[in-house]
């Protein structure tokens, strides 16, 4: 503010002038805060150079929202400057130039203010001379017709005559932001207000328009009125359109949304799968690569046997040798140790039964462990049916989900067909007279916000019900995870117990061929140390081949179950494999159904647009016969004022005709004596 004031001294100065007083201290004022943003001149005689200064000042000025210039005096030379200096400014929205008898020059560039003006809201021109000089006031009003932001005009006293509200009437037709208009006390007359209610059918943003102490008759203010009532249910009914269209594309909004985080959902859902899925392949190929380790070491464990073996038939084979060599001399010893080979026999047939105890004792705990895999399996089945029997309640819960919404989009449909035939029924209402419509209006709003409390709630409901759902969907698959779970546990741990029979089965085997080698080493050393007991070696020999052919047999078997253990490993990873593709195409029946529901809201958007579209051309169709209705009531009252002209044409010629016959008659021309 202390720029402008200096601003505003230095301008003047510039001009060889002083600057006024009044200027000064009303800045000076508003510097300390009592003007706020408004520029309040009133009542100071302003010059030329003041108003050439502040015309300067308010080019590019960006302080004041608000000029008021009323009863200045203002030259026709300083009004034009001010309002040129205003052309420009992109703050002023009110301006008052009350009581400044502008002119020919001032109307003009008032037009020329009204053309190129874009933030103008409030122009006051009263008790002014606008209207005297027809051509300056056609470019006001030429200017006024170009306007897009003034909303409020007052032209009261300015000698506007009915040429210059044709020139308003043409305006009027152009300007489309215009809202309200006060004309009182000019000279409009009665073709002046003719012609303004004949352009107020192309205007439906004025509102408010005064024309009182105009001699404009009576019927004409009534249509007026008519029109201005007409023009506010139009902007009223357009904005309950504009509020509806914007309540219903929020909600459509929230249903884009709402089906949005569905859909989100859906996928963070898939990707959990997904990585569950992922999970238990890595872990099924960890217990894959266990498996194979394992075999790796028991084909290693079963090689380290066979190499021991041989190493033993290689000994046999040496021992063999030396024995051929000593047939010849311990022949003569073997009648001497037969008691001796007696014995050993017995302990050998001991030996023999503690095997074949021990053999059956292996093969009953290997029945025991097959019953009980046989037992995890047929848990697992059950485990697999459940899974299966849930996965159906998930799949049924969807379909009660999806005929959910299909019954409320049905009931939205029925809403939107009773909302057409409440529509219908208030045009045919509308014909009756304007006082039902109205009331049929407040009924049919009510009505509308009980139907759509209503679905509201429905859809509250429902959406409650659909949380329920989704709540119960999530506790059966925890449910079944942890079913899972405890299936793979039990798994696990029958597997462990497999792997330690196995190990133990292995140990005793790798104690026994232990012992044999003792005892072989230690017949060798017997061998060498008493050469007269060569008969007895032999015999142990062939003992040994035949344990260690049933060790072979033994070894066989181990590799025959560890093949049918893979073949069992192999045909669970391809049931799991089974499953994982059928949760696939769970997952994309899933996505389609979401597919379809984003195309059904595609389709109620369309459905939005078509209601919307109709209600226009309602809204114009009303609007075309509000026109034709105007036009015959203008018919009518002309025919109205016809027959009362030629009425009193007739009274007039009556009158003469009584006249003439009274002057004409003997008593009129009888003489006063008489």
């Known amino acids: 503010m202390d720029e402008f004031r200096r601003s505003y001294s230095r301008l003047c100065k510039d001009c060889g002038a002083e600057p006024q007083e009044a200027v000064l201290k009303q800045l000076h004022d508003l510097r300390e805060g009592h003007g706020k943003s408004k520029l309040d001149l009133a009542s100071q005689s302003l010059s030329v150079d003041t108003c050439g200064a502040l015309g300067k000042l308010l080019h590019n000025d960006i302080v004041f929202s608000g000029i008021i210039l009323s009863d200045c005096m203002l ?3 300083g009004s034009k400057l001010l309002i040129q200096g205003l052309c420009s400014n992109t703050t002023v929205k009110y301006l008052n130039f009350k009581g400044n008898n502008l002119r020919a020059m001032g109307a003009e560039v008032l037009g020329k203010l009204l053309r190129q003006n874009k933030s103008l809201k409030s122009l006051v021109l009263e008790w002014n001379n606008l209207g005297i000089w027809e051509e300056s006031f056609s470019l006001f009003c030429e200017g006024l017709g170009a306007n897009t932001t003034l909303l409020q005009l007052d032209l009261r006293n300015n000698q506007v005559n009915h040429k210059g509200a044709e020139e308003l009437a043409m305006a009027l037709k152009k300007n489309s932001t215009l809202q309200e208009l006060d004309l009182r006390w000019n000279n409009i007359g009665l073709l002046g207000g003719r012609s303004i209610m004949n352009c107020l059918p192309n205007n439906k943003t004025l509102r408010k328009l005064e024309l009182a102490g105009n001699n404009i008759p009576g019927d004409v203010l009534r249509a007026v009125e008519q029109a201005m009532d007409h023009n506010i249910d139009r902007q009223v009914s357009l904005q309950e359109n504009q509020n509806r269209t914007y309540v219903l594309s929020k909600e459509v909004q929230n249903l884009k949304e709402e089906k949005s985080k569905q859909f989100l959902n859906l996928m963070d859902t898939i990707d959990k799968q997904r990585e569950e899925i992922s999970r238990n392949c890595r872990t099924s190929a960890v217990r894959m690569s266990q498996l194979q380790e394992a075999l790796n070491e028991r084909h290693s464990m079963i090689n380290s046997l066979k190499a021991k073996l041989q190493m033993t038939e290689a000994a046999l084979a040496l021992s063999e040798q030396k ?11 073997k009648q001497e140790h037969l008691n001796l080979s007696q014995r050993q026999s017995k302990e050998m047939k001991l030996e023999q039964q ?26 697992v089945d059950e485990l697999e049916r459940k899974s299966k029997m849930q996965q159906e309640r998930l799949f049924l819960t969807k379909q009660e989900l999806t005929n959910i919404t299909a019954d409320l989009k049905l009931r939205l449909t029925q809403a ?25 209006v407040e009924h049919m709003t009510r009505h509308m916000e009980e139907s759509e409390q209503a679905l509201k709630e429905r859809i509250q409901k429902l959406e409650t019900v659909r949380i329920s759902l989704e709540e119960e969907v999530s506790r059966v698959k925890k449910t079944i995870l942890a079913e899972r779970d405890q299936a793979e546990e039990e798994i696990i741990k029958a597997k462990n117990q497999v792997r330690l029979e196995v190990q133990q089965r292995m140990t005793h085997l790798e104690e026994k061929i232990r012992l044999m080698s003792q005892a072989r080493d230690e017949a060798q050393e017997y061998c060498l140390q008493q050469k007269q007991i060569v008969a007895e070696t032999q015999a142990k020999s062939s003992q040994m081949s035949l344990q260690m052919e049933t060790l072979r047999r033994q070894l066989e078997d181990m590799q025959q179950e560890l093949r049918n253990k893979e073949q069992e490993k192999v045909a ?3 049931k799991v494999r089974v499953e994982l593709q059928e949760q696939i195409g769970h997952l994309q029946a899933e996505r389609t159904a979401q597919e379809g ?4 809201i595609a389709a109620l958007e369309r459905q939005i647009k078509v209601m919307s579209s109709s209600h226009r051309e309602a809204l114009l169709d009303r609007e075309g016969e509000n026109a034709s209705i105007r036009e015959k009531l203008r018919l009518k009252n002309a025919e109205i004022t016809r027959l009362r002209e030629e009425e009193a044409q007739r009274a007039s010629f009556l009158q003469n005709a009584i006249l003439a016959y009274v002057q004409g008659s003997p008593l009129g021309t009888a003489n006063p004596d008489q």
């Open 354 to 379: 503690e095997a074949a105890d021990r053999e059956s004792k292996l093969l009953k705990e290997l029945s025991a462990s097959n019953e009980r895999n046989m037992l995890l399996r047929n848990q």
């Open 323 to 333: 024995i051929q060599e000593l047939t010849e001399m311990l022949s003569s010893s």
């Open 416 to 440: 939107e067909e009773r909302l057409e035939l409440e529509k219908r029924r208030f045009k045919q209402s509308l014909d009756d007279s304007e006082n039902l419509r109205l009331k049929e």
């Open 597 to 600: 529901l984003k195309e059904k």
């Open 75 to 77: 030259s026709e030379e």
């Open 572 to 574: 669970e990873v391809n």
